[in-house]
């Protein structure tokens, strides 16, 4: 498998909520409660929003939040704002002790 | 506050080799493990391996066996990733990438600010 499997796209208004999907199999996400998910502006690095499927690190708003189930992850961004905009990548542990990513959404704020 | 500084952009020829360099600080550099991760223009993450800082155990993608080398010298508090046989598909920016919470790899706590690599005749 070469990448987790995310909508290439989502977009929301100011202030709506969007959810993001991570869909991989029993040897990744479903098999681990090691799905983390990063943000990414362009032309910065990646920074890490969620790890351990559900927890945020310290300083990351709390309008980010997220989920499994089965072998789908999910990020959920509430009261989406302006500086939400940006490429969302959901990554897994796997069962041959590598690290797989997702293939990016890229969220638009209308 | 933990720091990784990676060394600058590179412009390579097709067959040729790089090594990028990313020296860390703000922590115990042997206590946490270090990974590489690549991003091709316009294209997503794509997780290349890791390495034990603590005892230099490496895993690689099964895209990258046999190209890719990732070392580290620890009186330096330095990692290194070196890939071979480059092609113009290697074109991407490499990031360095500090595993979280030790030698798990389950998720990537701090990034480097990433080295652009270009590979071109």
């Known amino acids: 498998q070469s990448a987790l499997t995310q909508p290439a796209s989502v977009s929301g208004s100011p202030g709506q909520s969007i959810t993001i999907s991570c869909t991989g199999t029993s040897r990744d996400v479903g098999g681990y409660n090691y799905v983390s998910w990063y943000q990414q502006h362009p032309g910065k690095a990646p920074k890490l929003m969620i790890y351990d499927v559900i927890n945020r690190p310290s300083g990351v708003s709390n309008r980010f939040s997220a989920s499994k189930s089965g072998n789908t992850a999910s990020l959920t961004i509430s009261g989406l704002q302006a500086e939400d905009e940006a490429d969302y990548y959901c990554?897994?542990?796997?069962?041959?002790?590598?690290?797989?990513f997702g293939g990016g959404t890229k969220l638009t704020v209308l | 506050q933990v720091q990784l500084v990676q060394s600058g952009a590179e412009v390579k020829k097709p067959g040729a080799s790089v090594k990028v360099s990313c020296k860390a600080s703000g922590y115990t550099f042997t206590r946490y493990s270090m990974h590489w991760v690549r991003q091709a223009p316009g294209q997503r993450l794509e997780w290349m391996g890791w390495?034990?800082?603590?005892?230099?155990?490496?895993k690689y993608s099964q895209k990258f066996q046999g190209r890719v080398t990732i070392t580290r010298d620890t009186s330096a508090n330095t990692a290194y990733m070196d890939l071979s046989s480059l092609r113009s598909e290697d074109t991407a920016v490499y990031y360095c990438?500090?595993?979280?919470?030790?030698?798990?790899?389950?998720?990537?706590?701090?990034w480097g600010q990433g080295t652009l690599v270009t590979v071109s005749s």
């Open positions: 990438a500090r595993d979280r919470r030790g030698y798990t790899g389950y998720d990537l706590g701090y």
């Open positions: 390495i034990n800082a603590g005892n230099g155990d490496t």
């Open positions: 990554s897994s542990h796997t069962s041959t002790s590598t690290v797989i």
